[in-house]
């Protein structure tokens, strides 16, 4: 798996638009990005992967840079319920995930 | 189907004593795996199964862990003699195969060892 590099804490007001970022300059080729938040006391949660492309859904915006080797993950309006941390992963087909760290992101009135 | 759940939600047990805990994957996927997280940390990886295969283990996983997937479907962890540093959220996830869209996590099991 690529290591990924994430700053250890971020604050965002309410409303505004969280940017996330994430190092990862040794992920090869064929990795995805898997970005995954997880709120107090629960498991992780899906956000959103890429792999070359910038990428969007119902959750947030990913955006890769073109030499792969670091991204953002986007939530365009944030709320009070966004507050948790936030995981990116670098995916290498067949192996089994590596959790840093992460970011703890709060989400302030 | 309801997500990939994990029994019991909360166990708490004395030194010394054997624990199980139960995971039901997303019904289609092949791959289950087996997290532990303690707190403030990340999830860290104890081992995963492709159909009934346990095809990788942790260094994390002694000899006191033991996991089982019989026929490919739910999943056994068993922790034996338990120690007060066993106490952690046990996490499993399922994936159909490597690759996107990723690992469908249960909600966990937290142990606590007294």
């Known amino acids: 798996d690529a290591k990924t590099t994430q700053p250890p804490s971020m604050d965002c007001a309410e409303g505004r638009a969280a940017n996330l970022p994430c190092n990862h300059s040794t992920i090869s080729g064929n990795e995805y990005v898997y970005w995954y938040r997880q709120i107090h006391s629960q498991g992780p949660q899906y956000i959103i992967h890429g792999l070359k492309n910038n990428e969007t859904n119902e959750m947030a915006s990913l955006i890769i840079t073109e030499d792969r080797k670091s991204s953002t993950l986007i939530l365009p309006h944030a709320t009070l319920r966004d507050t948790a941390v936030y995981y990116c992963?670098?995916?290498?087909?067949?192996?089994?995930?590596?959790f840093g760290p992460g970011t703890r992101l709060s989400v302030l009135p | 189907d309801t997500g990939v759940s994990q029994n019991p939600r909360h166990k708490i047990t004395k030194r010394g004593q054997n624990v199980t805990f139960r995971c039901d994957p997303i019904?289609?996927?092949?791959?289950l795996y087996w997290y532990r997280q303690t707190l403030g940390q990340g999830p860290e990886f104890l081992t995963y199964?492709?159909?009934?295969?346990?095809?990788?283990k942790s260094r994390l996983l002694s000899d006191r862990f033991s996991a089982e997937r019989p026929k490919g479907s739910f999943s056994t962890l068993e922790i034996q003699r338990t120690e007060q540093g066993d106490s952690a959220m046990y996490l499993c996830?399922?994936?159909?195969?490597?690759?996107?869209?990723?690992?469908?996590f249960g909600s966990g099991t937290r142990l606590t060892v007294v």
């Open positions: 996830a399922s994936s159909l195969n490597s690759g996107p869209p990723g690992y469908t």
């Open positions: 019904s289609e996927h092949n791959r």
């Open positions: 992963i670098g995916d290498n087909y067949g192996q089994n995930f590596v």
């Open positions: 199964f492709q159909n009934e295969a346990q095809l990788e």
